[in-house]
């Protein structure tokens, strides 16, 4: 069973607008925080965007930020990404990670312990 569940995902025209969510499925857990990733294809999974319980602070690519938003509820296992001024970058997948170890760094896929499968965002111009 996956562990994490997004919606959201869907075709979307550059410059507009989208929201993710993401949620934990069947069995719980708790994390220390939960962020997002994107893969294109042919292309290594990347860092969006990132928060953390405990001092509520959220972190962004330097691409995204200032476009993007990340929220959530940390009891729940809850994470959203309103994601704006979308950039004609082709489809990528969106997946949603959840931390349970407390990682020192947020920006890269193995400080994560679940994972989502991820909905495509195809950004056509």
């Known amino acids: 069973q996956v562990p994490l569940v997004e919606s959201g995902g869907g075709l979307v025209q550059a410059g507009g607008s989208l929201r993710l969510s993401c949620a934990a499925s069947g069995r719980t857990f708790s994390s220390y925080g939960m962020g997002w990733f994107r893969q294109a294809p042919g292309k290594e999974r990347e860092f969006v965007a990132a928060?953390?319980?405990?001092?509520?602070?959220?972190y962004y690519a330097h691409s995204v930020k200032g476009r993007f938003t990340i929220s959530g509820d940390g009891p729940r296992n809850a994470v959203y990404l309103q994601m704006n001024l979308l950039q004609p970058v082709g489809t990528a997948v969106h997946y949603c990670?959840?931390?349970?170890?407390?990682?020192?760094?947020?920006?890269?896929?193995?400080?994560?312990?679940?994972w989502g499968r991820g909905p495509q965002v195809p950004v056509v111009s």
């Open positions: 990670a959840a931390d349970l170890q407390a990682s020192y760094l947020i920006e890269f896929p193995a400080d994560y312990d679940r």
């Open positions: 928060i953390r319980w405990s001092v509520g602070s959220t």
